[in-house]
């Protein structure tokens, strides 16, 4: 149910206010890809180098999320729908303080991705695929979820029994399978500060 009898309030700080202060402008790096594609390992890499470049940031991530602000959601469509709703509007509001945000979700639905990219600014969204075959992240499967999957113990996931839908314009693709760590997050970082710089 939506809201009804808001009003907007203004108050004299203003975004640029916040920028000028912090002294960079506000990014949302936005890494999508299967379970097991790196995307936790290169967001980690990333907000290190950012850091030790000055910049100020918040990582994201889709486990740490799911264990507070949305730890009342499922895996169904729509509950993974409202996972990523509920994170753009995070990302928004860091962003609005001055913040580079960068998020790790799997983030399946191109919709779903699409409707984070409207909530942003032209030119501050970054969508990163990290591109990964399923077999390379069977393989590493750090956490034991594509077995249960494949046992059908976890329902609904993705490139199992849920579909994957690649971005088709993304700004940067990296493929983990082929490069490096250090490749793949400079690749990003190479991009990504040409937007952040003021």
């Known amino acids: 149910m939506k809201s009804t009898n808001i009003v907007r309030q203004d108050y004299k700080i203003t975004r640029n206010d ?10 949302l790096i936005w890494l999508t890809g299967l379970s097991g594609s790196g995307k936790s390992t290169i967001a980690d890499k990333l907000e290190q180098e950012l850091y030790f470049k000055g910049f100020k940031t918040y990582l994201l991530d889709g486990d740490n999320i799911r264990h507070g602000l949305n730890k009342n959601i499922d895996f169904t469509e729509e509950g993974r729908k409202e996972n990523i709703r509920r994170i753009g509007e995070v990302a928004k509001l860091f962003m609005d303080a ?8 799997i983030s399946p639905f191109k919709e779903d991705r699409d409707q984070v990219r409207n909530l942003i600014a032209e030119g501050e969204f970054i969508e990163v695929h990290v591109d990964c075959p399923l077999g390379v992240c069977e393989q590493r499967d750090v956490k034991g979820l594509y077995a249960k999957a494949r046992k059908g113990e976890i329902p609904n996931f993705t490139g199992i029994s849920s579909p994957f839908e690649a971005p088709e314009a993304a700004e940067i693709t990296v493929k983990t399978a082929e490069d490096s760590l250090d490749d793949c997050v400079n690749q990003i970082l190479d991009y990504s500060l040409k937007r952040i710089k003021p």
């Open 18 to 27: 916040r920028l000028k202060l912090l002294g960079q402008k506000p990014v």
């Open 98 to 105: 001055g913040i580079i945000v960068i998020t790790a979700f």
